[in-house]
């Protein structure tokens, strides 16, 4: 099903995530967001930034465990723990972050 954002078309996958990667901007992370009952706010782009700067130099979307331990170390540990990630993404901090930072699934998500 396509996500509409200002007129323009985008596709995605049977489960939302966006088919082309280079299509994303914020206007099109908050639909997504909005898509999953989301308002964004600076911890939220935090994340989600942090993803597509993990992405671009590792070519793939980090599983939950990675994450977690990634943002520790760059953003600390108040921020680096499961319980506090969840309580931004409760759908599932990679499975839901990375569908609003416009990667694809994790590896290893159901």
């Not at 099109?28 to 999953?36: R, Y």
């Not at 994340?47 to 953003?75: C, D, H, M, W």
Request: charged share 30%.
């Amino acid at each position: 099903m396509p996500l509409e954002v200002d007129g323009k078309s985008y596709e995605t996958d049977e489960e939302g995530y966006l088919a082309d990667l280079s299509q994303w901007d914020e206007k099109v992370a908050v639909a997504l967001a909005k898509s999953e009952n989301l308002d964004m706010s600076d911890s939220h782009w935090e994340v989600v930034n942090f993803l597509r700067e993990y992405y671009s130099e590792y070519q793939i979307a980090p599983a939950v465990r990675v994450l977690t331990k990634a943002i520790g170390k760059k953003l600390g540990k108040d921020k680096g723990n499961s319980k506090y990630l969840y309580e931004l993404f409760p759908y599932g901090p990679a499975k839901q972050a990375c569908k609003i930072a416009g990667l694809p699934k994790p590896t290893g998500c159901v």
